[in-house]
């Protein structure tokens, strides 16, 4: 099974992430995998930390002559900064004479409840996992599925759609949107808006206050069947919402038009389907996406897209009321160095995510060892969906 | 581990739970779980299958004298008409001369992908179990799930919040919202609001239309500590979410004010953290609840509410424009018997299903193969807990 | 991922199969099944019980029309004499007045250290799932394994090599020592020495004593490429030792001749590779299977075999010597109807729990949502294996 | 779930290692895992690599100032010869032009079967994974494992018991002949024998031979009830076979006698259980271990053992008969530097290995974040033992 897991501290020596499942002969392009981690860092009100480092994958195991050969893949990304921090985050010794544990827990992070759970001394324990540092892993993941899904024809992409508030506007089609965004600061596709977003950023900064927003997560080129309506677990839609509801700061997951379909009739928000005879391939059209493209957990091919939504960053220059529970006096939540608005940069992890739900799923229906075996069982299915209209008529 | 696997059809034998890791000796209460069968069944709207069955549980195996023996626990609960449907349902033989399998898909349904996917030439083997008959395996989970987290004094709830865009309205707390909504026709808290509600199911219904709702589920009595920001899949909001996500036409997700809270800034949306020295036990509280309870991931105890959109049910009674598969001529969906609006029985499938994943993170920080083994260590937490915000004090 | 659970007691109302992840349109031959079940219950020196029960499996779900649909499989096999027991193994009420729990724990068997986890006052909740009886399910899931597997020309088979230290001698190959142990009373392939056997196993009854034995368990037709050396649970040879160890009785598991390898040298044990132009498909061919057909936890093709020990059935007529818990007394152990010697039953449950990790490792590497597309991948890489001595050829 | 994965190639830049799941505060002392790993390293016999490599764990991730986090623990050990295999084994570019893919597969390893199953063109790629180094990674988790028993009084250990068939004898106890091993060369308690096993590993070396053995690895200190019999998959003795023949070179497994007691009658070989008033905590005792100390898959506390048999290691410089793939021509195997016999090594594996499952079993009953929690739960439990035998007098 396609699965990975990642470990590692935000000062820690850096961010590891153990890839098993991949095929064999997968070609890796590791320029593109530091190029999504470029993406990631990148973003307009990005903190200062963005600055100093330039992640980098570092191949430990897994890939040679720049291919997958099958074997778990191992990569370390390494926390630039990890030097500065040797003697608060050392694995040994003991902490140095003047270090004065984190006492103050700030609301909207784990902090409290980390402490408590764990039984720390020290909010610093948590504070370096329940961190965003740690979705570096998942970029790399999501890379390498990214670079899987292209074997099948599959894009992911996404785009901001509100920070703040204030919406992104226009009558365009989701590719022209993903389009647009990628050249744009806040990655978002409306040109107007983004001065206003930029205008409310800028605020928020110069009075120590953060911003969320919302972002649209999709894929295209997909084959249809993809998830099952067999079991809970293997529902598409249920992996999708529980991935992206994993991202750090994301409080909200709808499929397609989740949250306005349910103020609506059935008859304004199923997406009805059409026969298109010109059609090459799969004839069985739709005009309309209020679904997101999966029903029933399933794919209906072609296009799926979701909607997510991230609070603000819970760590404000401003602090929010708190305890210190060294004293137990209420008292301002510390601030550690963080940006103001982070949903340009949660779009980019959202995407990867999504990238790795979908490789899985594909990896799922058609197994294989090596990528040419993954391709083989692909291509029949693909023949199957091509005469799949023709087998059926006459049939019932 | 806690984990359950449901299997049948909608209209074959019946619906099979088995349960898995329940500690044993726990007190088994199979009138309550039938209690919550008859919740799941009943329903303003509800269509007219709901008045020919009465669900039952039959005990397959893992329980003797009312108590658990920390064996899988299987359930049958028995379609009470598949009598009627046994020529055309069975798993012997060959279909009846005069059968028609079914061709022509619901848009909003699995029904044209699932029969790519699985190959087959009818889509009655997609119907049957791409159905909401098999959510009564989720409330028999749920209930046992239920049972278990009344050990640990935690109690689940929800209530219905919008039907097809009306809102109930009312400054009351979750308790209290969800104490009238237990005596409500619609499950929600608001009469007046309700009465447009079913207004506007019954005008629905008149024309052939359906619609879906929001909800909200949630819990109380919770330990701080539940779920973990170390691991993307440990995360409580991820679980949940995928869990949720799981449920036949729950298209959205939100913990706590999700969206809401995108729009927002951090100060706005935050839970403070105040310190309370005449609260016993936890003396940590919070006088908001944005974050639904979870930061990071974990709980932060006490309390817990997420909130979810339902789309209108996709079996129209004026069919949705589609396809005859074996004609490729568009014509209109067919209508297979169907509620207008299912909301206020999803509201019990969410929490049935909100429940399980509760119990298993309790479970999960708590082991234990008998209930005395489990309470124990939970009656230890509880004593570390009442303590700790006097080890804290003066540590830092 | 193919994979099963089992529920259900002794005398509980049967035992239930829950299978998932068979692909749609594998053909299912109930006959076939019951007759597996069948040969499950026969066997020389069966107890009594075996006389009253007919096993047959009641399909609750997953299969229509002789087919599977994709969906769950659940199967129940009912416990002929549960109305029995009805008062004592009944899942409500209260014990009847003059019940006497079980409080002699039988050596050899999970009785006392079941008691003592499950926290217990009645060993019967322990004896009625730790039980032979159990296999049942394994078999059912095992009887679906082998009606996929013939879809890849794989069949499995064993026979009994020993009994209470008596060994089947003979020069033959394994398919002839499986065809005559078909027609054998102990599944043996050795006439003369089956006489010993039985006079053996008369012997121990009268004497209120048990045996045990060895067996043999292989599969034939295999491609090479099953299982993987890439991860220790990827292994084929770890997830067959692990589900044969598994079986109730079973001690001890090599792989090929694990035990007498280990006290040669390499020249002498490994199976040198030869090549045969001859050969179809394949022609790398070995003329000697030391190492039972796996390499490196890999499969090498065609042909693939595992020897177990089971130990001796721990409950004896003349009871072993034991403590009554109730008062601490050393007693001996209570006798509960059981037979002498297992050996040729668990023999058929052995074979059940390979095919069935077989069938794992074919849909590992096959995926396939219907048994037509898993054929044709099966196909292509066939295809593959058949070219691949060409292909290598002046690579180098 | 405590669960570890491994990653990392023979001649790559190191084995990587990441543990999921051990409770927070856990003192973690490097030196003595790097002191296992050393013990990994030494055995008479070891090849000449043996000597360059000074295993040692560079932690990446999970620890802080010796202590566990609760976050996933990374640990890199590096490959010292990696820089000379650089141009062969690079992540990135192409091979050199001289390079020459192996194309000849050694009898014994999953050299031919590898290659054929992941479609490669050079043996190069399976070997690099197929490889007794892997097993740092499991020494690695496994010192974890042992660490974290120790809170829990529980002792793992094991010594040589035959090599080449030449095996140790005495009357000893297993923790003597832990004992006595641990400062042999071979790792086994019999100096006489050892002597002989040492000139036939000098006889096989000069001959370009290789020898298998035996070995028995145990625990002491257990607690009953570890593992259950209530479903296959949570049987002990299925997962620890299934663990231990995941070992390179494992080819078969015994649970205490397991292939001697098949000879056996019942009344000779099941443990019969007695009552020893003067015993402290559980005075159920036995006064043989033909069990092993596994009953129905579950410990009945104290100590348990198994048996391994370890095949000769399958390269060998006088090379097996092969065929060389690049000319279809039979010519020997070719030699990579190995070691004549690895059996008292792969003990040391073994230990490791066994140390896991056990890690796991404890945790899967106990639960708990942080070790104190875990420590809590255990205390219980012993206490609950302790008052066991009281209890249960009378209640029949």
Not at 198 to 206: N, V
Request: aromatic fraction near 10%; charge should be neutral.
């Amino acid at each position: 099974m396609l699965q990975y897991v990642t470990a590692g501290e935000s000062h820690g020596k850096g961010i590891v992430v153990v890839i098993r499942g991949f095929p064999s002969n997968m070609e890796v392009d590791l320029d593109f995998i530091n190029e999504e981690l470029a993406r990631r860092q990148r973003g307009f009100g990005s903190g200062p930390r963005m600055d100093m480092e330039k992640d980098r994958v570092e191949v430990l195991s897994g890939i040679r002559f720049c291919k997958t050969i099958g074997s778990p893949i191992a990569i370390l990304v390494e926390n630039k900064d990890y030097q500065n921090w040797l003697d608060i985050m050392t694995p040994e010794g003991s902490p140095p004479p003047d270090y004065n544990p984190v006492t103050i827990p700030r609301p909207g992070h784990a902090d409290l409840a980390g402490l408590i759970k764990y039984r720390f001394k020290d909010i610093r324990n948590v504070i370096e996992r329940a961190s965003a540092r740690e979705t570096v892993g998942r970029v790399v993941a999501g890379a390498f599925a990214k670079i899987f899904l292209r074997y099948f024809g599959v894009s992911v992409g996404g785009f901001v759609e509100s920070i703040g508030g204030v919406r992104a506007e226009g009558d365009l089609t989701f590719s022209e949107k993903v389009a647009r965004a990628s050249n744009s600061l806040l990655r978002t596709f409306d040109k107007k808006q983004e001065e206003k977003m930029i205008s409310l950023i800028e605020k928020a900064k110069e009075e120590g206050d953060t911003l969320g927003g919302t972002f649209v997560v999709g894929a295209s080129g997909l084959i249809p069947g993809l998830g099952s309506y067999t079991e809970a677990e293997l529902r598409l839609d249920s992996q999708i919402a529980g991935a992206l509801m994993s991202i750090p700061g994301i409080k909200g997951v709808e499929i397609g038009e989740g949250f306005l379909s349910a103020q609506k009739r059935g008859s304004e928000v199923h997406d009805a389907i059409f026969y298109d005879s010109l059609q090459e391939g799969f004839p069985f059209v739709r005009r309309s996406c209020y679904s997101g493209g999966l029903e029933g957990g399933v794919t209906w091919g072609d296009f799926l897209w979701v909607r997510c939504a991230m609070k603000p960053i819970p760590t404000l220059r401003k602090g929010l009321p708190s305890v210190d529970l060294s004293t137990l006096e209420e008292v301002p939540a510390r601030f550690e160095r963080s940006d103001v608005c982070a949903v340009p940069r949660a779009l980019v992890v959202a995407e990867s995510v999504l990238a790795f739900v979908l490789a899985q799923s594909y990896y799922r229906k058609f197994g294989g060892d090596a990528i040419e075996e993954t391709l083989e069982a692909y291509q029949n299915y693909q023949q199957y969906i091509s005469k799949f209209a023709g087998r059926q008529k006459g049939r019932g």
